[in-house]
């Protein structure tokens, strides 16, 4: 079963600008984490946020959390050729299990 | 760094053979599973392991099995693969059960049955 809902599915933007992608789930949560994925590979973690905080940085990532939207949203800044990734929430199921959504495909022009 | 290696990267099979995905960590992690990846489906689990020996149903268990000898090893079994099995493989570990922990991941194996 999906929680999060990423948005938008695809974002093509030019080298520098900034990247917002979203996401929304649905029940509620201890946290939230975001992943990267280049093409064909496995998936990296970037940034987990807890419930009780409301935004978070790390390097060039910004990530907030609103709870009572059910939605958080990555925001990628100054991008670079290699942020071109496809970017994943995820979410708590059961039993601490993770709960993904389909991705926003990202890809950065030059 | 955590390192999560999977076996093959690309594995062609055939209708109905036996197939074995093969997944090491080398940082004694607990907790080890295996999931799918298809196109606008996200990640799908299928299988995972909280301990040697131990194993729990994910979401899509159905056609596949696992085995826990090692700690460090966790492997995903197709008893007869079918077509409708071809797909993105991803195997993760985490350190331990709990809300926040955050999982480390192979760089997948893409299985295509034909």
């Known amino acids: 079963s999906q929680q999060g809902e990423e948005d938008p599915q695809a974002l093509s933007i030019q080298e520098g600008e900034n990247a917002t992608m979203n996401c929304s789930y649905k029940?509620?949560?201890?946290?939230l984490q975001w992943y990267r994925q280049n093409s064909g590979r496995g998936l990296v973690h970037l940034i987990l946020?807890?419930?009780n905080e409301r935004e978070k940085h790390s390097g060039r990532l910004r990530v907030t959390l609103d709870t009572s939207k059910k939605s958080s949203s990555l925001l990628i800044t100054a991008s670079r050729a290699a942020d071109t990734a496809s970017y994943f929430c995820?979410?708590?199921?059961?039993?601490?299990?993770?709960?993904w959504g389909a991705g926003t495909k990202l890809i950065i022009k030059p | 760094d955590v390192k999560v290696t999977q076996s093959s990267r690309y594995l062609v099979k055939r209708t109905g053979e036996k197939v074995f995905l093969e997944c090491v960590q080398d940082?004694?992690?607990?907790?080890m599973f295996w999931y799918r990846q298809d196109p606008g489906l996200g990640l799908r689990l299928i299988y995972f392991?909280?301990?040697?020996?131990?194993?729990e149903k994910g979401d899509i268990p159905e056609g596949y099995s696992v085995s826990r000898e090692k700690k460090e090893r966790f492997s995903l079994i197709l008893e007869s693969a079918s077509t409708n099995q071809t797909s993105m493989y991803l195997c993760?570990?985490?350190?331990?059960?709990?809300?926040?922990?955050?999982?480390?991941f192979g760089s997948g194996t893409q299985l295509s049955v034909l």
């Open positions: 993760a570990s985490s350190a331990s059960t709990g809300p926040n922990e955050k999982l480390f």
């Open positions: 940082m004694d992690h607990e907790n």
């Open positions: 392991s909280y301990d040697v020996k131990m194993k």
């Open positions: 029940t509620s949560i201890n946290n």
């Open positions: 946020i807890r419930s």
């Open positions: 995820a979410t708590e199921g059961s039993n601490y299990q993770l709960i």
